[in-house]
């Protein structure tokens, strides 16, 4: 029998533009300390995701990816170290990976979870996403790769939320009673948005292999 796979999709584009659409958008202002680098300063139609993630990787302690997302760009090698830290993190707490890509998909041979490990898994994978960066940089990544120019970043909050059921619908990974309320506004750390996205993850109330890809094409553009 085949042993069921376990995939992982970072944070989605829908994420980002929902996050922005609160006031957690916005982050502290901070004051650099003597010795230490002066605060980027950002612009672009993605400079407000660019200075939440900033702020927030800071706000964690996570220097390398303050360093990764200071000169506004993320380069596909960058995307890679990241990737390559979120998988050595998960192997040290026993969740080997076959492959994780900088975009963040990625898979493993995990066999049969209980709800024990099942929730073991939840934890560590949000642990070793901060840890690696990848939490602060794929989304952005991914972002930047797929809608340089903002365009569907640029949407309000209840036309991500509604763009985004309409597509899952249309690729029949929803039932016909879900709605945009059933999409949750992204909390001020992301992590509500992240345990949702977990519902098309194996175990999840909506996973199929099909529903998995119609959740990344969704959230990657739900035009198409």
């Known amino acids: 029998m085949k042993r069921p796979q376990i ?14 659409s609160t006031a957690a958008c916005t982050g502290p202002a901070s004051t650099p300390q003597a010795g230490a680098k002066a605060e ?12 939440r993630s900033y702020d927030q ?10 360093d990764v997302l200071r000169d506004e760009r993320i380069t596909e090698a960058e995307a890679t170290e990241v990737a390559s830290r979120y998988q050595s993190c998960m192997a040290d707490a026993g969740f080997v990976y076959d492959y994780v890509y900088p975009d963040g998909s ?12 099942q929730q073991r898994f939840n934890e560590q994978d949000i642990i070793c996403s901060k840890e690696s960066g990848q939490f602060f940089i794929t989304h952005l990544y991914n972002a930047l790769t797929q809608d340089p120019d903002g365009e569907l970043r ?11 059921a309409e597509c899952l619908k249309r690729k029949d990974a929803v039932g016909p009673e879900f709605t945009a309320d059933d999409v949750p506004l992204v909390d001020a750390d992301g992590e509500e ?3 949702f996205s977990q519902q098309f993850n194996p175990g999840g109330k909506y996973y199929s292999e099909q529903n998995y890809e119609s959740w990344i094409q969704c959230n990657d553009d739900p035009r198409k």
């Open 7 to 20: 995939t992982k999709v970072a944070a989605p584009l829908l994420a980002l533009a929902l996050a922005c």
């Open 40 to 51: 980027p300063t950002f612009s672009g139609p993605w400079a407000e995701d660019f200075r």
């Open 57 to 66: 990787a800071r706000e964690n302690g996570n220097t390398f990816a303050q």
């Open 106 to 117: 990625a898979q493993m041979q995990a066999g049969d979870m209980g709800d024990a490990e």
């Open 154 to 164: 640029n949407r309000t909050a209840e036309e991500v939320r509604q763009d985004l």
């Open 193 to 195: 948005y992240l345990q």
